[in-house]
């Protein structure tokens, strides 16, 4: 295996980004003292879930970073679900991916959700935290080891091999020993999206819908989340 295609976690530069998933894991903290309410673009984003729920695509989204230089960068992700209580969505990433120093320079993203069968959009903007084994958060930690352990052989599989857009390796460098099924690799990540906007815009009305939703003043303690919905023009 060429040294580009290491998986050594030396090679794995993201003090920054723990710095920063430390950070939102004291914030998590006082969300979860006070209690987190379920933001209300949760219910139709829910509905919209459950009525595609037939075509597997639909766990899939787009999710846009910034790179250094200032340019957007786009992939596609898959959804692994809210974490905990709060309203922060899962997505897994390896952690020699460019997504991962993009995110440890400017956390800002947007992820685009198209749901075909009911034909609506959701554009959820909001800041990206990369959680490792690292994290100094149980709670988090814990939702980590947890995906790892749910993912399926093959994708486990993925995560030793070699390194992401390095030139093209033997293939029998992509046939690695099965990694440990318990104790995720350090290049497995979880990724969180805290969201502070969604534009939800739906084709199928007459003429069609699209409501913004606006994470506005925090309550008095400073700590849960409150919204404003405005119906707006498509
Ligand atoms: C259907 C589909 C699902 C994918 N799911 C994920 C995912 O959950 N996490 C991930 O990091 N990359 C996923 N990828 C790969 C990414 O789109 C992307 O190629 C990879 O993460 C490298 O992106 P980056 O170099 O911008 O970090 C998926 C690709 C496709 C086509």
């Known amino acids: 295996m060429s040294s580009a295609s290491s998986t050594d976690s030396s090679q794995l530069n993201l003090q920054p980004n723990n710095d920063s998933a430390n950070a939102v894991a004291k914030k998590l903290d006082a969300d979860e003292t006070a209690g987190q309410v379920i933001a209300p673009w949760r219910s139709p984003l829910a ?109 486990r599989a993925q995560f030793c091999w070699p390194y992401p857009k390095a030139p093209r390796a033997d293939d029998q460098d992509f046939s690695p020993p099965s990694p440990d099924e318990q104790m995720p690799p350090p290049q497995f990540c979880l990724l969180l999206l805290a969201v502070d906007s969604v534009d939800h815009l739906e084709l199928r009305g007459e003429p069609q819908n699209r409501h913004l939703y606006t994470k506005t003043a925090s309550s008095a303690q400073g700590n849960s989340q409150q919204w404003q919905v405005t119906a707006v023009n498509p």
């Not at 997505?91 to 460019?98: A, H, L, N, P, Q």
């Not at 947007?110 to 958060?137: N, P, S």
């Open 47 to 155: 509905r919209a879930i459950h009525r595609n729920r037939a075509q597997p695509f639909s766990r899939y989204f787009q999710l846009a970073t910034v790179r250094p230089d200032g340019t957007p960068a786009n992939r596609t992700v898959v959804f692994r679900g809210f974490w905990a209580d709060s309203n922060q969505l899962m997505m897994i990433g390896d952690r020699r991916s460019e997504k991962i120093e993009q995110i440890a320079e400017n956390p800002a993203a947007e992820a685009c959700w198209y749901f075909a069968k009911t034909r609506e959009q959701f554009r959820l903007c909001g800041q990206l935290t990369v959680v490792t084994a690292d994290t100094a958060h149980t709670g988090l930690v814990d939702a980590h080891q947890r995906l790892w352990q749910q993912i399926s052989d093959s994708a």
